[in-house]
Structure formats: structure tokens, C-alpha cells
């Protein structure tokens, strides 16, 4: 069977040090731009000693609730982005999965697009998940032609979910299942 | 009385300190071959301080739950890979024995198979354990190889117990009694 | 699919949550009696006061809790709502569709009386058509032959024969793996 599932060719994926880790994230999230791609919530900036302490509760619990990695640029070893498949239904063998890169000079030139095809591959051929979930916001339409290119399809759409800037957005839900991951690999 | 029960021809067994232990077992899984050789559970990329919480929760407990050793090479004392017995049934003297060669370069050397027969004299000798066993993956036949090598016999398999990369493997189940062990000792001749 | 069909109840027994006040001072009659035991069990037989096995069950639930690999039933008749045993569905990996499969009956009196394979197939429908798991092993010693039978008659095949591991009565015993594969459930029940 293929040997890495870590590696792609732009990015590999990676576990942080929790200083590491905190340090870019509470970094990424001060960029309101990346904050509402992101997140539906208002986030507050946490401080970075606040986003390790939970980083570092994360590893202490015995059974971790998701698989998390954080992606790193082939080239120059730089932390980028992440993803994580979390709410994973065991017996339907489904996820929802949540992906960002927050150093916006990587935004457009495919680094996200291998990055999900990783977490894909990751997901089926070594979870075996049976399919994968996301929801994105409607304004956000890089993100959204770049999920049509790997290969999920549009599912729902959540009316006027989000109120952002005095205006009303969708909230859109796709999906991919594995039999179309795999036609699509062969 | 044996006084090399640590050492055999290229390895050594030892234990180190959590440190060293955990910046090595954190590298390892940045090579999802290696996990998916060793596990079951789906690969993850564990950082240094996870893997050191888990070493202090799990290992420096008193008593531990298991016997771990890391394996070093003799030659040049590199630390390559670990070996540990798992689930010790003192009552039935059976024990599950696992062995992970995390360093590449040194998949193919005899090293694994030489920490395999330490720890089975370690097993037969000091914990005066009846029979050792283990389970290796169908898609691990240098694995299956090393361990018949030592003495190992195949008792049967789960059938399609491993789900990857779109295929179902089998989990293959071998032992070794303590009275074969003391005719052959770990060293099967090449017919 | 028939949303009304309860897969819990059964004929003549139903599976059902632990009952903290009632059920413990009925476990532990069971657990003096060691041919119960020996049976149900390759842990050293011991007998457990009824404050004992609260304790346990407290556990089991706790860990029902924390983990999301493992399902556990008590058995009880539907009549008088008796205690009749326990059943398991543990050690699930999800990621492979695997689960172990583990039940008793306590009270020699409700042996053989056909309750194992009420149970039994209970749990097959609950695996198959509710966890969705791809296949079920169960650990059987090999001088229970009630229980292979049981086993066997459900379909389940004599998989892996662990040698002599099992120490009992001054004598050997072989430990046997019975697997049941999802397809192999569903062609009989199709029947």
C-alpha cells in the first residue's frame, strides 16, 4: 500500500508543540480576513498562552475527540494552515471536516487544494469513513470552487444563516462520499 | 547466571530517559508506514509533549502496565526502534510481545529480529513466563518472516480484521511454547 | 427498514441497562460459584462481595462514558425482570468494523434453556444492523464446549487456536478465536 499518507508535494501534515502551534493560530485570527472565512463566531484574539493551555488539554484526554494536523510548505518548512475531521458519527462512519490556511500569501495557488486532498485521502483510506462534510460560508467562493474541484457536491444551503457587515449570507453544505473519492483517484 | 540478559549480536535493550524517548517516538510517526505497520488505530502525528505526557501517564507508572525497552544498536548505541511485553497474564504466564523499528535505515539488518530473541529470553528466563505471543498484519511479511525466523508458529488468523487503503487484510496470531523455546532458543536453522 | 422492531426484546429475555441498586448482590451470588467463572472468565476466579461489584459497575458505566468502543447490556427475563446475565460488544475499532463479542449467564438453573441463543442473536442484529460492524470475535476456552457450540451454531468459525495458553487446574488449555464476517450473518439470515 502507498507509504505516506503525510506527504503531498507543496505540504506535509504535522503535529505543533503546543508554542508552536498557539503562536500561529492566535497569529492567523487577529486577520479579521481569515476570521470570517473561518469561523461563524466573533472570535475573541485569544491570548496565545489561552489557545496552548487548551491545545495541551486536547492531549491530555485519553480519547481524542478528532484527527487534527496541522500543514506545513514542503519548500521552506513553514506552518501554513490546518485541518481537522471532527464529529465523527462511528457507526454511519461520517465527519465533518474543517480546513483553514492562515497565511494569506499561500491563498490561490493550490496549497489548500492538496492540503484537502491529504485529509481526503486520510479520511477514506485510513479512517474509512464513508463520507466527509463541510460547510462554508457563501461569500466565501475561492474556498467553494476549490471543494467542487476536490470533488464535493453541493447539498444544502442554509438561508441568511450569517450576518456579517449589515448584510444577510448563505451558509452552504457539500459532501463527498467515498465511492466518488474513489472513482475520482482511479 | 546470565549477566548479558540485556545484549544480543547487534542490539541492546535499554531504557531511557522520557526526554530522549519522547523525541524519538514523536518522530517516528511522522512516517505513516511505520504506524500503520505497527497499529491498528488510525495513524496520527503525535507531538513531543504529547508523547511525553503519554510516557509519564503511562509508562513511569508504578507498577506500568507494560515492559518497554528502546532498542539500541551496539555498534554505535543509536536508539532505533522499541520492543515491549503488553497485557503479562502472570496467572496463565502469557504475554503479548510488540517490536517497532522507528529509524528506516535500519529496517532489513537483523536488528528487530535480535531484540525479538532478547526479549524472549528476557520473557522465559526472568519473568519465567509458558509462552509468548503476538499479532502481526497480513500486509507485514517482513515482519511474519522475521518472527518464524526466531521460532515463531502461525496459530491462525482473524480474517479480514484490518480495514486499509480499500482492502481488508487479515490479523495473523502466532506463539511460541516455553519448551520449544528451550530447544531452539530463538535460532531456527535454515533448511 | 421496520422502525418499530425493538432490538432489545427478544423472546423470552430483553437486553437492559445495569441496575446500581439490585443488580450487585445478585453478581456476586454468581461469583462464588467457580465453575461460573471459569467459564465466563481467564481472570484467577475470586469471589466479589455485592459492594465490590457496585464498584465494577460503576466503572463499566464510567468507561461506557468516556470511550465510544464498547456496548454493554444486562440480560434479564421478561416475565419477572430477573437478572439473568450480561452481554458485550468491546474492544470496537471503528475505523476497521471490528468489535469482541463476551456474554454470561450467572445462574446454572438458566443454562441450557436456549436464553445464550436468544441473546445471541440479539446482539448479531444489534452489530450488524445497528453499530454496522464488518466482524465479531469471540474468545472461547477450549473446555467450554457450551459455549462453542453456541458459537457454532450461529455461524461464527474457529479462527485462531491460541496453544496452551490457558493454565488451569494444574493443566494446559488452548484459548480459541471464533470470527463471524458481516456477509457470512447476512446469507443466513437471509434465509
Redesign the interface.
Known amino acids: ?6 506527504h503531498g508535494n507543496l505540504v506535509y ?6 508554542e508552536a502551534q498557539a503562536s500561529s493560530f492566535s497569529r492567523w485570527f487577529q486577520n479579521t480576513e481569515f476570521a470570517r472565512l473561518l469561523a461563524i463566531a466573533p472570535e475573541i484574539l485569544w491570548s496565545q498562552n489561552k489557545i496552548k493551555e487548551w491545545i ?1 488539554k486536547d ?2 484526554k485519553e480519547k481524542p475527540e478528532g ?1 487534527f ?1 496541522t500543514v506545513r510548505d514542503s519548500q521552506n518548512d513553514r506552518l501554513i494552515g490546518f485541518f481537522g475531521l471532527w464529529d465523527i458519527d462511528v457507526n454511519h462512519l461520517n465527519s465533518i471536516i474543517a480546513i483553514g490556511i492562515g497565511e494569506p500569501e499561500y491563498w490561490g495557488k493550490g496549497y489548500g487544494s492538496e492540503a484537502m486532498q491529504l485529509a481526503l485521502r ?1 479520511a ?5 469513513l464513508h463520507r466527509v462534510s463541510l460547510f462554508v460560508f457563501a461569500y466565501n467562493t475561492r474556498a467553494i470552487r476549490s471543494y467542487y474541484k476536490s470533488g464535493f457536491q453541493l447539498e444544502g444551503i442554509q438561508r441568511k444563516a450569517m450576518l456579517r457587515d449589515g448584510e444577510r449570507h448563505d451558509i452552504v453544505a457539500m459532501g463527498i462520499l467515498r465511492e466518488e473519492w ?1 472513482a475520482r483517484a482511479a | 547466571m546470565n549477566d548479558d540478559l540485556f545484549r544480543g549480536k547487534l542490539v541492546r535493550l535499554a531504557m531511557d530517559e522520557p526526554d530522549v524517548m519522547a523525541e524519538a517516538f ?1 518522530r517516528w ?5 511505520y504506524w ?1 505497520l505497527l497499529a ?11 508523547t511525553r ?1 503519554w510516557l509519564e501517564r503511562e509508562l513511569f507508572k508504578d507498577p506500568p502496565d507494560f515492559h518497554m525497552f528502546t532498542i539500541r544498536r551496539l555498534d554505535d548505541d543509536r536508539l532505533i526502534g522499541e520492543i515491549g511485553l503488553d497485557g503479562v ?1 502472570l ?4 504475554t503479548f510481545v510488540g517490536i517497532g523499528l522507528g529509524e528506516r535505515d535500519s529496517w532489513g539488518h537483523g536488528y528487530g529480529t535480535d531484540a525479538m530473541r532478547i526479549i524472549l529470553r528476557y520473557a522465559f528466563t526472568e519473568l519465567n513466563l ?2 509468548v ?1 503476538l499479532d502481526v498484519f497480513e ?1 507485514n511479511p517482513r515482519a511474519v518472516a522475521s518472527y518464524k525466523k526466531v521460532g515463531f ?1 502461525e ?14 487484510w487479515d490479523l495473523i ?1 502466532m ?1 511460541m ?1 516455553r519448551a520449544e523455546w528451550e530447544i531452539h532458543k530463538g535460532e531456527i536453522s535454515v533448511r | 427498514m421496520d422502525i418499530q422492531k425493538q432490538l432489545f426484546l427478544g423472546k423470552t429475555i430483553c437486553l437492559g441497562p445495569i441496575d446500581h441498586e439490585k443488580d450487585p448482590a445478585i453478581i456476586s451470588g454468581w461469583t462464588h460459584n467457580p465453575e461460573y467463572l471459569r467459564l465466563v472468565d ?3 476466579a475470586y469471589p466479589n462481595a455485592a459492594a465490590q461489584v457496585k464498584k465494577k459497575l460503576e466503572a463499566i458505566e464510567k468507561r461506557l462514558e468516556e470511550g465510544k468502543n464498547m456496548y454493554y447490556f444486562h440480560i434479564r427475563d421478561r416475565q419477572d425482570d430477573r437478572l439473568i446475565g450480561f452481554a458485550t460488544i468491546r474492544w470496537i ?1 471503528w ?4 468489535g469482541w463479542i463476551h456474554l454470561g449467564i450467572g445462574d446454572p438453573q438458566d443454562w441450557r434453556k436456549g436464553i445464550g441463543s436468544e441473546v445471541l442473536d440479539l446482539l448479531l442484529q444489534y452489530t450488524f444492523n445497528e453499530l454496522n460492524l ?2 465479531l ?1 469471540a474468545m472461547i476456552p477450549e473446555y467450554n464446549p457450551g459455549a462453542r457450540r453456541l458459537f457454532e451454531k450461529a455461524g461464527f468459525i ?11 487446574d494444574g493443566q ?1 488449555w488452548d484459548l480459541l ?1 471464533y ?1 463471524l ?1 458481516r456477509e457470512e450473518w447476512e446469507a443466513q439470515h437471509a434465509q
Not at chain 1, 501534515?13 to 503546543?18: D, F, G, K, Q, Y
Not at chain 2, 491498528?40 to 504529547?50: E, H, M
Not at chain 3, 475505523?95 to 471490528?98: E, K, R
Open positions: 500500500m502507498p507509504n505516506d499518507l503525510f501534515l504535522t503535529a505543533e508543540e503546543p495541551e492531549y491530555e484527527y494536523f486520510y477514506f483510506t485510513e479512517l474509512n474513489e | 514523536a510517526t511522522r512516517d505513516s508506514e500503520r491498528s488505530d488510525p495513524t496520527r502525528i503525535n507531538s513531543v509533549k504529547a505526557d497474564d496467572p496463565h504466564g502469557d509458558r509462552r505471543s500486509y508458529v496459530e491462525g488468523r482473524l480474517r479480514r480484521f484490518l480495514h486499509r487503503d480499500g482492502h481488508r496470531f506463539g511454547l | 481467564t481472570a484467577p475499532e475505523t476497521h468494523g471490528s464488518y466482524r470475535t474457529e479462527e485462531v487456536r491460541r496453544r496452551q495458553a490457558l493454565n488451569r494446559r478465536l470470527g464476517l
